[in-house]
């Protein structure tokens, strides 16, 4: 008779699956993907390293679905953010001042999505993902185009423009030099100087008429 695994073993085996999974996030949040290890994972979730790959192939496979359920959170938050009230310029304002917002409060985190050289598993999710932030603003330009507010252009290729802007723009002030400089006090460079220079610069690549009064930025955790 073929062995089959009980319900309460298969929900046994779901719970550590995601006792594993925010585990290894907490890893990536404090030290990013290198910080990422079988072997310390394994001793932190309190079993063999034997008993990791049961659930995943290798560090590859697991930095990849960790990353998918970070991004994942941070599109779904921009997705609310660009369906907030407002004209399509303010909603652009207001989504990007807050995404830079995010990523300055954790920035550890933000750069390991972003920029931080990891595994192939990895950047083929960092791909995905950029695809999925540039559907978001192919929506809020198409929006704006039909409105009267932003210039007509081929959205697609903008949407891409505007996902690279973003991440260009964060790169250095995440990077671990520039969060060394900023903890000796050393660095000049603020929040509000990045969120400025990056909505006013894809404010005038979408064609926007008219100046947008600036959103005040949180700085949220994500």
Known sequence: MAYRQTQARLQKDSALRERILALALGRVVDGGFAALTMQSLA??????????????????????????????????????????PGNAAQRLDRGLRQFAARAWGSRQLAFALIAEPVDPEVDEQRLIYR????????????????????????????????????????????????????????????????????VNFCLRAVGAHTPVPPTPAKEDQP
């Open 131 to 198: 695809e999925a932030y540039a559907a978001l603003f192919v929506t809020l330009l198409e929006q704006g185009i039909a409105a009267g507010e932003f210039h007509p252009q081929p959205v697609q290729l903008t949407a891409a423009c505007l996902v690279g802007a973003i991440a260009e723009a964060l790169i250095g002030p995440l990077s671990p030099p520039a969060r060394a400089a900023r903890d000796a006090g050393d660095s000049t460079i603020s929040l509000e100087d990045v969120s400025d220079a990056l």
């Open 43 to 84: 001793d932190a979730a309190g079993i063999a390293t034997g008993s990791l790959y049961r659930h995943f192939s290798g560090k590859g496979e697991l930095a990849a679905e960790v990353f998918a359920r970070a991004s994942q959170h941070e599109v779904d938050t921009l997705g609310a953010l660009l369906k907030d």
